[in-house]
């Protein structure tokens, strides 16, 4: 994970130089003291920027012996934000920049007194390993709130990062440019060149005024320093940059960038014995594609992808989910998350919310196909079908205006996809699994009054090529959403206010629509709701979303604060292209956090006090809790954090899902976590998270890490977790029964369950060069539940149960069935379900060697395994459930993709 600034800021540098034409004028004029560098105030420094003629002045080797470099200004003078904030920094650092018409060259010596201590391990690139670091970052935009980052380490490992609203990150931005390191007997040095069409800036200008900031790490004793100064008791980042004057005569640059690719796979399976015409112990494919960058205009840019392949991105991990909703993955492929920041929309500046419904989820684009046989009226003996749909182009624009406009704008379209399909005849033929879709999503941003404010507005649309088919019975035709959000800073950025609202709509067939309005998301159909009920003849369902916050997030006086008031209609809707586990509910949520950036036996302590409270449309309280936390950072920069949680009277509108409100019995909880210092040869965490309710429901889990760095070159690390949990409210079933009047006319059939988990993560990265990684890892997953005391729920609005065989009725199994007769010698009848005991296991393990043998060039060689078992047994047996684990037959991946990266 990239990262410029740990925990609320990071601050960057700048530069200035004069600007000149002929190498001869620049040795005549450069003799400028660096006192001269810092133009400007202490804490706004300045620096002019100094042109040179050709970039063969510099040879890229880390080394800053060009004559060019004794003659060019100084940035120095660095102040600490951490640990000593405001104090000198510990260290000298220099940052000297030049700049032609193609690239921007940054030299820097970064003096150490123990070069020994220099901690310099080698990584793959954006990797967040301990290490020390310098970090350049330009604001060419020159609106205080956007700024492009590039950093590197002392072995050469390269990261960028885009910094967005003055504090946000988006770490998987990625830049092409090039640097070199030398360690050297007092410090260390760097030379870096950037192009120009890595940054974004108006070319109008004759002369230009950018924001800039350099930035220092020192892992050893966890220092942080900045040219520009920022105090940990301030806010903001990009605001607070010093500038870079004297920028001249920049033409734009030319921005068209095109990585093609080609690709190769074998899937293997295992071995079957099979009537499956479909099945293939060896199935090869190939692939052949590519992205493309075009500069639309100095200030906008066109990303397009067609055919794209993610054979390289790492799988989801293995879950268990006894739950209505979905789980929520986050997008790992890595056309959706570059410049993913400019498209979110929905959620204010706050401490602590509710929660918000997702307004943009990539992962919905090239999702798993929708349809079944079942649906399809298919009469199927075997089915072939595809894993994800096709994505078959997208396209994104981009870009911020030198007016202050933030636009971006995507489109994808997938496929229709079709499944093969051998009927009991033996006839082969095939049915749609999936639609042909369109995703449009559009953002728009201005800021103004010294980026101190914005407006901006938000849209989507998912439309769907559904007509005349079967999907029309489940799938939504089309889905639209609006919306417009606002942001104000004052008092020097410490406070800020920001609201958000947006309007949804969705369109489909009578039977969609129902299907939506009983969604796990509303449960319009909740037997108990006086304000909800399905309308079985609509063919639309809208609804509207709202947050408002405000937020005191820095100062003088340690204290810092937030309240948010959330508002989700019934009918608001996202899951088209968005993620939303629920609607319906009102909250208001607020805090106050006292931190101390300069305790007397501490580096950093904070601490922490929250209440939140929400309500469903109907009035009933849904949500009502109290918080409390703290954190602290120890001189030998061992960490630790804690949070302690009670819940007071509420009541639970989804438990059963569509039935009466249950009563949630009190509970409490809390977790902590330890971690040693991260820059020893090995290092460890612990945590653990435990919770007790009344009714004799509990959770334990407990996890922990270590971290071992045999060399510099390679890390191994080991995370188990364990976790042992007993809930009393497990959802079994629904069984409809007139004589059930308690209950609107049907039985909610739960379970204790006691559920047991086992998981962890090896993990072993090894690499040969900045340029040249191996990252290996296994992951394996056990868990079980085991169902005992079934029951009914007897009561709206307690928490009170008849179990089966004790309170009521009768209970019996024959082999893997349960049979009840809920009355015994009532008119009831009596019903079954399966028995619900599970054991899971699955093992992940994943081998990925990349070499970016040229600049933005990559070549990835990929292996991945994965073993599955299911059985339903209910107990846990470690030594069992492995040798099960690992005596699955597994299904193997080999993969190879080459791409080139044609560009400037």
């Given at each position: 994970?990239?990262?410029?600034?740990?925990?609320?800021?990071?601050?960057?540098?700048?530069?200035?130089?004069?600007?000149?034409?002929?190498?001869?004028?620049?040795?005549?004029?450069?003799?400028?003291?660096?006192?001269?560098?810092?133009?400007?105030?202490?804490?706004?420094?300045?620096?002019?920027?100094?042109?040179?003629?050709?970039?063969?002045?510099?040879?890229?080797?880390?080394?800053?012996?060009?004559?060019?470099?004794?003659?060019?200004?100084?940035?120095?003078?660095?102040?600490?934000?951490?640990?000593?904030?405001?104090?000198?920094?510990?260290?000298?650092?220099?940052?000297?920049?030049?700049?032609?018409?193609?690239?921007?060259?940054?030299?820097?010596?970064?003096?150490?007194?123990?070069?020994?201590?220099?901690?310099?391990?080698?990584?793959?690139?954006?990797?967040?390993?301990?290490?020390?670091?310098?970090?350049?970052?330009?604001?060419?935009?020159?609106?205080?709130?956007?700024?492009?980052?590039?950093?590197?380490?002392?072995?050469?490992?390269?990261?960028?990062?885009?910094?967005?609203?003055?504090?946000?990150?988006?770490?998987?931005?990625?830049?092409?440019?090039?640097?070199?390191?030398?360690?050297?007997?007092?410090?260390?040095?760097?030379?870096?060149?950037?192009?120009?069409?890595?940054?974004?800036?108006?070319?109008?200008?004759?002369?230009?005024?950018?924001?800039?900031?350099?930035?220092?790490?020192?892992?050893?004793?966890?220092?942080?320093?900045?040219?520009?100064?920022?105090?940990?008791?301030?806010?903001?980042?990009?605001?607070?940059?010093?500038?870079?004057?004297?920028?001249?005569?920049?033409?734009?640059?030319?921005?068209?960038?095109?990585?093609?690719?080609?690709?190769?796979?074998?899937?293997?399976?295992?071995?079957?014995?099979?009537?499956?015409?479909?099945?293939?112990?060896?199935?090869?494919?190939?692939?052949?594609?590519?992205?493309?960058?075009?500069?639309?205009?100095?200030?906008?840019?066109?990303?397009?992808?067609?055919?794209?392949?993610?054979?390289?991105?790492?799988?989801?991990?293995?879950?268990?989910?006894?739950?209505?909703?979905?789980?929520?993955?986050?997008?790992?492929?890595?056309?959706?998350?570059?410049?993913?920041?400019?498209?979110?929309?929905?959620?204010?500046?706050?401490?602590?919310?509710?929660?918000?419904?997702?307004?943009?989820?990539?992962?919905?684009?090239?999702?798993?196909?929708?349809?079944?046989?079942?649906?399809?009226?298919?009469?199927?003996?075997?089915?072939?079908?595809?894993?994800?749909?096709?994505?078959?182009?997208?396209?994104?624009?981009?870009?911020?205006?030198?007016?202050?406009?933030?636009?971006?704008?995507?489109?994808?379209?997938?496929?229709?996809?079709?499944?093969?399909?051998?009927?009991?005849?033996?006839?082969?033929?095939?049915?749609?699994?999936?639609?042909?879709?369109?995703?449009?999503?559009?953002?728009?941003?201005?800021?103004?009054?010294?980026?101190?404010?914005?407006?901006?507005?938000?849209?989507?649309?998912?439309?769907?090529?559904?007509?005349?088919?079967?999907?029309?019975?489940?799938?939504?035709?089309?889905?639209?959403?609006?919306?417009?959000?606002?942001?104000?800073?004052?008092?020097?950025?410490?406070?800020?206010?920001?609201?958000?609202?947006?309007?949804?709509?969705?369109?489909?067939?009578?039977?969609?629509?129902?299907?939506?309005?009983?969604?796990?998301?509303?449960?319009?159909d909740r037997v108990d709701s006086d304000q909800l009920s399905v309308n079985p003849n609509k063919t639309s369902l809208s609804g509207f979303a709202t947050e408002i916050s405000i937020q005191k997030?820095?100062?003088?006086?340690?204290?810092?604060?937030?309240?948010?008031?959330?508002?989700?209609?019934?009918?608001?809707?996202?899951?088209?292209?968005?993620?939303?586990?629920?609607?319906?509910?009102?909250?208001?949520?607020?805090?106050?956090?006292?931190?101390?950036?300069?305790?007397?036996?501490?580096?950093?302590?904070?601490?922490?006090?929250?209440?939140?409270?929400?309500?469903?449309?109907?009035?009933?309280?849904?949500?009502?809790?109290?918080?409390?936390?703290?954190?602290?950072?120890?001189?030998?920069?061992?960490?630790?954090?804690?949070?302690?949680?009670?819940?007071?009277?509420?009541?639970?509108?989804?438990?059963?899902?569509?039935?009466?409100?249950?009563?949630?019995?009190?509970?409490?909880?809390?977790?902590?976590?330890?971690?040693?210092?991260?820059?020893?040869?090995?290092?460890?965490?612990?945590?653990?998270?435990?919770?007790?309710?009344?009714?004799?429901?509990?959770?334990?889990?407990?996890?922990?890490?270590?971290?071992?760095?045999?060399?510099?070159?390679?890390?191994?690390?080991?995370?188990?977790?364990?976790?042992?949990?007993?809930?009393?409210?497990?959802?079994?079933?629904?069984?409809?029964?007139?004589?059930?009047?308690?209950?609107?006319?049907?039985?909610?059939?739960?379970?204790?369950?006691?559920?047991?988990?086992?998981?962890?993560?090896?993990?072993?990265?090894?690499?040969?060069?900045?340029?040249?990684?191996?990252q290996t890892y296994v992951r394996p997953f056990i868990a079980s539940g085991e169902y005992t005391h079934f029951k009914e729920f007897a009561e709206p609005r307690t928490y009170n149960f008849d179990?089966?065989?004790?309170?009521?009725?009768?209970?019996?199994?024959?082999?893997?069935?349960?049979?009840?007769?809920?009355?015994?010698?009532?008119?009831?009848?009596?019903?079954?379900?399966?028995?619900?005991?599970?054991?899971?296991?699955?093992?992940?393990?994943?081998?990925?060697?990349?070499?970016?043998?040229?600049?933005?060039?990559?070549?990835?060689?990929?292996?991945?395994?994965?073993?599955?078992?299911?059985?339903?047994?209910?107990?846990?047996?470690?030594?069992?459930?492995?040798?099960?684990?690992?005596?699955?037959?597994?299904?193997?991946?080999?993969?190879?993709?080459?791409?080139?990266?044609?560009?400037?």
């Amino acid at each position: 994970m990239k990262r410029v600034y740990t925990t609320m800021a990071m601050v960057c540098l700048c530069v200035n130089l004069f600007a000149q034409t002929s190498y001869q004028k620049q040795t005549d004029t450069i003799a400028i003291k660096t006192d001269d560098v810092r133009r400007g105030t202490a804490d706004n420094p300045a620096m002019q920027a100094i042109r040179i003629d050709g970039e063969n002045e510099i040879v890229l080797d880390g080394l800053l012996n060009e004559s060019i470099w004794k003659n060019v200004p100084i940035a120095t003078q660095f102040t600490q934000r951490a640990p000593d904030d405001g104090s000198a920094a510990s260290e000298n650092t220099e940052v000297q920049l030049l700049y032609t018409n193609e690239y921007i060259f940054v030299g820097i010596m970064a003096y150490d007194s123990a070069p020994d201590s220099i901690n310099a391990p080698l990584f793959r690139r954006d990797g967040d390993e301990a290490s020390d670091w310098v970090y350049v970052l330009f604001d060419s935009y020159n609106d205080k709130r956007t700024a492009f980052t590039f950093a590197i380490n002392p072995r050469g490992v390269q990261k960028d990062i885009l910094l967005y609203d003055d504090t946000d990150e988006d770490q998987l931005w990625d830049a092409v440019w090039q640097a070199e390191t030398k360690i050297l007997e007092n410090g260390w040095s760097a030379e870096m060149k950037i192009p120009l069409s890595q940054l974004r800036f108006s070319s109008n200008d004759e002369e230009q005024s950018w924001g800039v900031n350099f930035q220092r790490r020192i892992a050893r004793n966890g220092e942080i320093s900045f040219w520009a100064p920022t105090s940990q008791n301030e806010t903001g980042i990009v605001s607070k940059f010093g500038r870079l004057n004297g920028i001249q005569n920049l033409k734009e640059p030319r921005r068209l960038e095109v990585i093609p690719y080609v690709s190769a796979d074998l899937t293997r399976v295992p071995s079957i014995s099979t009537d499956n015409p479909y099945y293939s112990r060896n199935e090869l494919g190939a692939g052949v594609g590519g992205d493309i960058k075009y500069g639309l205009t100095s200030d906008l840019t066109l990303t397009a992808t067609i055919n794209p392949d993610f054979g390289q991105v790492e799988a989801d991990p293995a879950v268990i989910n006894l739950t209505a909703n979905e789980n929520f993955f986050s997008e790992r492929r890595p056309f959706f998350l570059e410049g993913n920041d400019i498209f979110q929309f929905g959620n204010t500046k706050t401490f602590s919310r509710f929660g918000n419904p997702v307004t943009f989820y990539s992962r919905r684009i090239g999702r798993a196909p929708q349809g079944t046989p079942n649906r399809a009226g298919v009469n199927a003996d075997y089915v072939d079908r595809p894993d994800l749909t096709t994505i078959a182009a997208a396209a994104k624009v981009s870009g911020k205006t030198q007016n202050g406009w933030s636009i971006g704008f995507l489109d994808a379209y997938t496929l229709e996809e079709e499944a093969l399909y051998t009927a009991p005849s033996g006839n082969e033929s095939s049915f749609a699994v999936e639609p042909a879709t369109n995703y449009m999503v559009a953002r728009t941003k201005k800021d103004f009054n010294s980026g101190n404010t914005y407006f901006g507005g938000f849209a989507s649309a998912v439309n769907r090529s559904i007509d005349g088919t079967y999907f029309e019975d489940f799938l939504r035709s089309s889905a639209y959403l609006g919306g417009v959000d606002f942001e104000h800073s004052f008092n020097d950025r410490n406070w800020i206010t920001s609201g958000a609202f947006s309007y949804s709509v969705i369109n489909g067939s009578k039977e969609a629509i129902q299907r939506a309005q009983t969604s796990p998301v509303r449960h319009y159909d909740r037997v108990d709701s006086d304000q909800l009920s399905v309308n079985p003849n609509k063919t639309s369902l809208s609804g509207f979303a709202t947050e408002i916050s405000i937020q005191k997030r820095g100062g003088d006086d340690n204290w810092m604060t937030s309240l948010t008031y959330s508002d989700v209609s019934p009918g608001y809707e996202t899951n088209d292209i968005g993620f939303q586990n629920r609607a319906d509910y009102r909250s208001i949520n607020g805090g106050l956090i006292f931190r101390e950036t300069d305790p007397k036996l501490l580096q950093y302590f904070e601490t922490w006090l929250f209440k939140g409270n929400a309500w469903n449309y109907d009035g009933d309280m849904i949500n009502n809790w109290y918080g409390t936390g703290g954190f602290m950072r120890f001189d030998n920069l061992w960490t630790f954090n804690y949070n302690a949680n009670v819940s007071g009277d509420q009541l639970m509108d989804r438990t059963t899902r569509g039935g009466p409100v249950m009563e949630r019995p009190r509970d409490w909880n809390f977790n902590l976590n330890l971690s040693t210092n991260q820059n020893k040869d090995v290092s460890f965490h612990f945590g653990t998270f435990q919770r007790q309710d009344v009714s004799g429901e509990f959770d334990n889990n407990i996890w922990m890490g270590v971290t071992f760095l045999p060399t510099t070159f390679i890390q191994i690390s080991v995370s188990p977790e364990f976790g042992y949990q007993r809930d009393t409210d497990q959802y079994v079933t629904k069984v409809q029964d007139a004589n059930a009047t308690d209950t609107y006319g049907n039985r909610y059939v739960f379970a204790d369950i006691k559920q047991r988990r086992f998981m962890t993560s090896v993990r072993v990265n090894w690499t040969f060069s900045p340029t040249m990684s191996l990252q290996t890892y296994v992951r394996p997953f056990i868990a079980s539940g085991e169902y005992t005391h079934f029951k009914e729920f007897a009561e709206p609005r307690t928490y009170n149960f008849d179990r089966y065989g004790e309170d009521k009725g009768t209970i019996s199994k024959a082999g893997d069935e349960y049979s009840v007769d809920p009355d015994g010698a009532g008119g009831s009848p009596a019903f079954n379900f399966r028995d619900p005991d599970f054991n899971f296991r699955s093992v992940q393990g994943n081998a990925v060697f990349r070499w970016e043998y040229a600049p933005g060039s990559t070549l990835f060689l990929v292996w991945q395994q994965q073993r599955d078992d299911f059985v339903r047994m209910g107990n846990f047996d470690l030594g069992r459930d492995l040798d099960g684990l690992f005596s699955a037959k597994p299904t193997n991946v080999f993969l190879v993709k080459l791409s080139y990266w044609f560009g400037t």
